[in-house]
């Protein structure tokens, strides 16, 4: 009887080092060809993700219609220390504008309080030494209330310009004066009321608000 050998058959070691020396090389260069197309792939995804948020931000931005400002909301954010007006009519001019929005609107009391503190900055320092901010506040609140009741409306103004705009200097200061001219409706009844203005050059340059009074159309020639 043939005895079957129970001893392993041993493969050469240098020859099992060699084969698993490749195998190992081989799944090396693979897993970093699978890396760098990872990384490929979630580049090109990213791109097509940040693409398509801005493409979508854009079309709403722009199908989105611009919001128009009211004319409160123009004058609220006005900045007076960057785009003061440069002429004695352009300074009545805003001055009116003003006018309207606190006679005439709706407003809450932060709006008026806010538009009512905003036309001083047009007001030399001495009207309002003559009229502190809270003193002034208060009769304008008075007088809106009084529009209010009476049904009362500034429905259009007009400047005088030009040659109408009488300028000169007294003490070293530089004045100038000018009629406003109001459309107003009281009811059902119009009238027009003239207000004559007078303004003066303060150390920076830039005209003020003295004060102003009912007059004539003659008053200011």
């Known amino acids: 009887m043939v005895e079957l050998s129970t001893k392993k058959m041993l493969m050469p070691q240098g020859e099992y080092v060699g084969k698993g020396s490749d195998f190992m090389k081989g799944s090396k260069k693979s897993s970093k ?44 954010v006005m900045d007076l220390e960057r785009t003061y007006p440069a002429t004695p009519r352009e300074v009545v001019k805003l001055y009116s504008r003003f006018s309207m929005c606190i006679h005439n609107d709706d407003l809450t009391d932060e709006e008026f309080k806010k538009l009512g503190e905003k036309v001083q900055n047009l007001y030399a320092k001495e009207l309002i030494e003559e009229n502190p901010s809270d003193e002034y506040l208060m009769n304008l609140a008075v007088e809106v209330a009084e529009y209010h009741k009476s049904e009362r ?9 030009g040659n109408s705009i009488v300028t000169w200097k007294e003490d070293g200061k530089e004045f100038a004066r000018l009629l406003a001219t109001y459309s107003l409706r009281e009811g059902k009844e119009f009238n027009t009321v003239h207000q004559e203005f007078l303004l003066q050059k303060d150390e920076a340059g830039l005209y003020k608000i003295l004060g102003w009074r009912l007059a004539e159309k003659a008053d200011a020639n």
């Open 33 to 76: 060809n699978n890396t760098v197309m990872s990384v490929i792939t979630m580049i090109f995804i990213g791109c097509v993700i940040v693409g398509s948020f801005a493409y979508l931000y854009n079309r709403e931005k722009k199908d989105k219609p611009d919001i128009e400002l009211t004319e409160v909301q123009k004058l609220l």
């Open 153 to 161: 409306k500034i429905k259009s103004y007009t400047i005088d310009s």
